[in-house]
């Protein structure tokens, strides 16, 4: 997957576009769904700068959605800031094209689930949590194929 960004000029660098997905806190997360719907559902995640983590119950249409085909792709939004007056939002977002991979090692388990809590419950104890629904949780690690980050032209001129 090498789709080229058509303004090439608004494309934001990839370490930036990196940076972005280490700090988002959610995305929308795409999968080719039932009777060839895309489906796409906010979600949690974690980026540990190689791999993107989520977790998820072990049932439904994503996962259904997933294990049928594990091709994905999730967009971060950065900044949507509506400038009503200019008719147009400055905006700032990260698309990732994907595949996913079930994590069934439950040291592998733990260690996602540990990165995640790290991120959205910095400074608690994970431990309690993670040992009472590890068995139930699911871990899906993405394997990133495409990073792509774009601004607004009008924060790029702002550079």
């Known amino acids: 997957m090498q789709h080229k960004i058509r303004r090439f000029k608004q494309e934001l660098p990839i370490e930036e576009a990196k940076q972005i997905l280490m700090t988002g806190r959610e995305c929308v997360l795409a999968v080719a769904g039932d009777d060839d719907y895309p489906y796409a559902v906010p979600i949690n995640y974690v980026y540990d700068g190689d791999h993107i983590y989520i977790h998820s119950a072990s049932q439904g249409h994503k996962i259904d959605a997933l294990k049928r085909n594990p091709k994905l792709s999730l967009c ?36 996602a689930l540990q990165k995640l809590s790290a991120k959205y419950s910095a400074g608690i104890d994970p431990t309690a949590e993670i040992n009472k629904f590890l068995k139930v949780v699911t871990i899906i690690e993405i394997t990133i194929d495409q990073i792509t980050g774009k601004e607004a032209i009008e924060l790029t001129r702002m550079r």
């Open 76 to 111: 971060v939004i950065d900044k949507a800031d509506i400038v009503p007056k200019e008719f147009t939002t400055y905006f700032r977002s990260v698309v990732v094209f994907g595949k996913a991979r079930f994590v069934e090692e439950e040291k592998e388990k733990v260690a």
